[in-house]
């Protein structure tokens, strides 16, 4: 039944209030319904406490008697996510998260959301952005987005076991779509290998239990691209911006300022377009990486991002 309010509201050009808070940048959609429930918003003076109260933006919203600001363009960021970091806001435990480690953005900047996760023992490219609608975009498993690993595991497999993967399998009552695992050299020696792992889901530590199924141990997982956007050569620790031309020739937004609330729909593209450039792409950031190289070995910097051209 909401769902269907919610698509009647867009349709007279109206939003829930709690929705119109959230793609401010001031908090998540959660956390503005439990602003309204305490009676902490007023809408032109008056405190409302229904989170499905709808409005056509923004304006006369006022959260603990602050007016609420505009919402913020679309903006999409690259990050090299190190090891040891938590992709949350924050930790009950006190552990370091990605936020502590985002560079400084001057007053005024957006708030910067997480696109998907990357767990604690892992490390490559985590995509910000300052909209809830495109970060809920690019996480669906429904837009096709291709998401690629590099991966070092311990062990010895089989080259049919490998190619199993790409019709799915089910681990522990839970099943994992299609998945292409391919060698990154064809003459090997040792037990520490090297694989690429292209997939479209990304579930809880999902290549892990892959490889566990196959019998292998992973010793390190980076991410080198997603949806289209590449590690590149990105230093530890850096944060870059993502052109608008290139957002609208992925994603299909970007392109012009509009209501960070504005549907935002991946670009279209012919069946197995996109993994070939994602692969093409993607190549270039294992050769500037070095199969041997140390997770510590590449200079930390916290520079002020930078944008694409």
Not at 55 to 71: C, E, H, I, N, R
Not at 132 to 157: C, N, Q, W
Not at 174 to 179: F, H
Not at 188 to 203: D, H, I, P, Q, V
Request: charged content about 30%; some cysteine; aromatic content about 6%.
């Amino acid at each position: 039944m909401t769902g269907s309010l919610d698509q009647e509201d867009q349709n007279k050009g109206l939003n829930r209030l709690a929705k119109i808070i959230a793609h401010s940048g001031l908090c998540s959609r959660r956390d503005a319904e439990k602003m309204i429930f305490e009676g902490r918003v007023t809408v032109h003076g008056e405190v409302v406490t229904d989170p499905a109260t709808s409005l056509p933006d923004w304006q006369g919203v006022s959260v603990d008697g602050t007016p609420l600001s505009a919402p913020p363009d679309v903006q999409l960021f690259r990050f090299y996510k190190p090891l040891g970091a938590l992709v949350t806001d924050r930790d009950p435990e006190g552990r370091k998260t990605v936020y502590d480690l985002l560079p400084k953005m001057g007053p005024g900047a957006p708030r910067l959301l997480a696109v998907g996760r990357l767990d604690i023992n892992s490390e490559g490219l985590l995509l910000f952005t300052t909209s809830p609608v495109l970060k809920r975009k690019l996480e669906l498993p429904d837009t096709g987005l291709s998401r690629i690993y590099r991966v070092r595991a311990h062990g010895i497999v089989t080259d049919k076991q490998l190619a199993a993967l790409k019709d799915g399998v089910t681990i522990d009552d839970v099943t994992y779509g299609s998945v292409i695992v391919e060698r990154e050299t064809a003459k090997e020696s040792g037990l520490n290998r090297w694989y690429r792992f292209t997939l479209t889901e990304g579930k809880n530590r999902e290549i892990r239990k892959l490889a566990q199924h196959l019998g292998l141990q992973v010793n390190r997982l980076i991410r080198v691209s997603y949806g289209g956007l590449t590690l590149g050569s990105l230093a530890r620790m850096e944060l870059k911006e993502v052109s608008r031309a290139r957002m609208f020739e992925l994603f299909g937004v970007g392109t012009e300022r509009k209501s960070s609330w504005a549907k935002a729909k991946p670009k279209a593209t012919k069946p197995g377009y996109r993994k070939a450039a994602d692969k093409k792409r993607a190549a270039k950031d294992g050769r500037r990486m070095g199969v041997g190289r140390s997770p510590n070995s590449t200079r930390n910097t916290r520079k002020a991002p930078r944008r694409d051209r």
